[in-house]
């Protein structure tokens, strides 16, 4: 059975910092691309940050600067950290996993580009 589970999430102020997790398990972890999406109530799922299973890193350009995502195959769990937050990030942010596809890096950003996916973990900085 195949889960993503995040954690992490929180009420934090303007400025602060959050790192997510997004624990994985029933899948060969190591050959995963991996993904973190966001939502806020009303609007399209959008894309926030991406990592192949050889550790390249691709971020939104919202968020670029300000968010960093990594890996450890070890714990089969990816990490989104996140600095310098505002307002505008909150959201219900989730974890989404892709099996091994040749051509991830050209649909990265599109939810449909993805085969399992988290409940979520809601993210609320205020102002």
């Known amino acids: 059975q195949v889960q993503l589970i995040e954690s992490g999430g929180g009420l934090v102020q303007a400025g602060d910092s959050l790192r997510l997790s997004c624990a994985a398990s029933g899948l060969t972890f190591s050959t995963l691309a991996m993904g973190w999406f966001r939502q806020v109530p009303g609007k399209d799922r959008i894309f926030v940050a991406a990592?192949?299973?050889?550790?390249?890193?691709y971020h939104a350009h919202t968020v670029k600067g300000r968010f960093t995502l990594s890996r450890d195959n070890a714990k089969n769990t990816v990490y989104l950290q996140m600095n310098s937050l505002k307002p505008e990030d909150t959201a219900l942010y989730y974890c989404?996993?892709?099996?091994?596809?040749?051509?991830?890096?050209?649909?990265?950003?599109?939810?449909?580009?993805?085969?399992?996916w988290g409940r979520g973990t809601q993210v609320t900085v205020s102002s």
């Open positions: 989404a996993a892709n099996l091994p596809d040749p051509l991830f890096e050209l649909g990265y950003e599109r939810t449909y580009e993805y085969d399992y």
């Open positions: 990592i192949t299973a050889n550790s390249t890193t």
